[in-house]
């Protein structure tokens, strides 16, 4: 049994624009990372930098431009490790539809439920990046 944490969000602005702040380095640092690397193609390898401690790695297990990109976790810890997290884009006329998923939990623990919290409040840091520009510096993010 595996447990999966799902969010949905519009945000006003183009599939390509949201693709592109989460995929490319230059935007994940803006509303994510302290630092990562990586180019949006399949099996490319991220590094997914938050602090020494918090040094991973990942692979992109699916890539489909302005519509999809996911990413299996590689090198984390033990609750991340299994995981695999991704954005599915839908064009609408209100903007983009974001699906976010982050499936493949070994348990339901409190690792799980502060990601699921987190990643909440990020893809709202997400939201206000497109939509107004805004950028909480690294040390001020949840």
């Not at 519009?10 to 180019?39: C, M, Q, R, Y």
């Amino acid at each position: 049994m595996s447990f999966n944490i799902y969010h949905n969000l519009v945000i006003n602005t183009s599939p390509k624009e949201v693709f592109d702040a989460v995929t490319l380095p230059k935007h994940l640092d803006n509303w994510w990372t302290l630092k990562s690397s990586g180019k949006p193609e399949l099996h490319a390898e991220y590094n997914l930098n938050f602090t020494d401690e918090y040094d991973w790695y990942c692979k992109v297990s699916q890539v489909k431009p302005n519509e999809s990109f996911h990413l299996k976790m590689t090198k984390s810890d033990d609750d991340w490790n299994p995981t695999t997290f991704g954005f599915d884009l839908v064009d609408t006329k209100n903007g983009t539809l974001l699906k976010f998923s982050h499936v493949n939990w070994l348990k339901e623990n409190n690792e799980f439920k502060n990601s699921s919290f987190c990643w909440a409040m990020l893809l709202n840091d997400l939201k206000n990046y497109l939509e107004e520009g805004k950028i909480v510096p690294f040390d001020e993010r949840n």
